[in-house]
């Protein structure tokens, strides 16, 4: 059972790169349910498109980091995964912490683009929920059953993005709060320290 949950995870991840959710303003009911899922289709039309090409792990990895940075709101992403730590840096740190949680996010689960082919995603349905909008999809994988995943849209950042990922009830963004937690713990709080742990970790 837990090997299953990790693989549906793994699996949601990538079509990113998934509780307590991140207050939005109102703004962002700019979003409207037709756009919201226009963009998870096309995202997931994106990643499956990675997934037959045949192109070699890496150069799916590096296609797999554009396909993130193009429909996640990364910043907001990275943020909420570094927690409040993420107010005491700099600009520059924090440029360049999100810089190499992006690139962590793209291998860890980019690694995986191999286990999902002949995967499908499809797109069954939306609502409003506070101020962003609820995009659910069925996932389906060689050997498994179906299950859900929430993909959570706003338009925070100026343009419509996914900010989380919900498999199964588990926050993709929350769950990577805690692996990046533990790391900055291992670095004793040294955000420089934990920067140079992502940029080889994944």
């Keep these: 059972m837990l090997i299953s949950k990790l693989t549906r ?3 949601v991840a990538l079509t990113a790169a998934a509780g307590a959710m991140t207050a939005l303003p109102s703004s962002a009911f700019a979003l ?20 037959s090409s045949g192109k070699s792990l890496d150069r799916m990895i590096k296609d797999f980091e554009k396909i993130f940075v193009k429909y996640g ?8 995964a570094l927690g409040p730590d993420a107010r005491g840096l700099s600009k520059s740190q ?3 912490y999100t810089k190499a949680f992006q690139g962590y996010i793209s291998r860890k689960y980019g690694k995986r683009f ?3 082919v002949g995967g499908k995603v499809e797109v069954t349905g939306g609502r409003p929920v506070k101020s962003f909008y609820e995009v659910n999809a069925k996932v389906t ?5 179906p299950f859900q995943v929430n993909f959570l849209v706003s338009d925070k950042s100026g343009k419509n993005k996914f900010f989380d990922l919900i498999i199964e009830g588990i926050s993709l963004r929350l769950s990577e709060k805690a692996e990046i937690g ?4 291992r670095r004793k709080g040294d955000i420089n320290g934990l920067i140079q742990d992502l940029k080889k970790a994944g």
Excluded at 32 to 51: E, M, T
Excluded at 73 to 80: E, F, G, L, M
Excluded at 182 to 185: F, K, R, T, V, Y
């Design 9 to 11: 995870r793994n699996f």
């Design 32 to 51: 409207n349910d037709a756009q919201a899922k226009a963009l998870i289709n096309k995202a997931v039309a994106d990643i499956n498109k990675v997934i």
């Design 73 to 80: 709101d990364v910043s907001i992403i990275a943020r909420s």
């Design 94 to 96: 924090l440029n360049a």
């Design 114 to 116: 191999n286990e999902f």
């Design 141 to 145: 994988l060689r050997g498994q059953k």
């Design 182 to 185: 533990a790391m900055l713990d």
